[in-house]
């Protein structure tokens, strides 16, 4: 991968080749604070935990929350390598995230772009502001190789 | 509250009770097993946990997995004091929930009846069946006087 060490979403890459290692469906994702720095890191962990809200992204909130000891993540980015689903949708919302960015899109699961679009809804009380693209290609081919090898 | 203790909904309601006595939103879940035993009981607890995705359903559905140790509910049922949010609805599907019972109607954050209605699209995978309506009343009579006080 030729990214810049400097671009959260290439650690949000790193963390989702992580879980890809670890026999968990490659997604990764990255919590920034205000100033820049990476406060929170995480790759999907549902098999490992046997939990199915151990998603990238809720795992990289809560444990962003908890570094800030704050359940709000105000002024707070996020980087996803893949469209999140419907669930991380609204934890994003709730968590008061300033900006999503995300890599590739998921016609099949997401939320942002796909099925309920969530941050459309009357029901969404906070909007983040939403990027997409970044490392996409790099990001779908990671998810098409882990399939690849297990269909 | 004159109810059944042999009824799940009734121990939701205990649950979102004790998250009002904790000044946490009153919300509470009951996760059921297959013999209809209750796995787990959860109330709302986002603030204590300064952690945004600590909604009742989300802590009954982490604890029954835990219990089972299985990231699959596959035959048991929830039951929800209120219509659980997109991000619950969403781990209500992905926990492969069979029944979802929830009480009171939510316009204002649901994910079932209002919003992005999670379980009628496309990128929702598993449906539960739905039945709502049981102790309706008592959970947004608790709600009311919850925020009744606060605002």
Redesign the interface.
Known sequence: MTTDPNDPMHHAMIAAEAAAARGEVPVGAVVVGPDGTIIAQAGNR??E??????HAE?LA??EA??AL????LTGCDIYVSLEP???????IS???LRNLHFAAAD?????VL?????FE?????HRPEVHQGHLAHQSAELLRAFFRTRR
């Open positions: 549902t098999l935990l046997k939990d199915p809200t151990a809720m909130i809560r929350c908890e000891g704050n359940e709000r689903c419907q669930m991380c949708a609204g934890a709730f968590a008061r016609p099949k699961m997401g939320g796909h099925g309920g679009k969530f809804q009357p029901t969404c009380h």
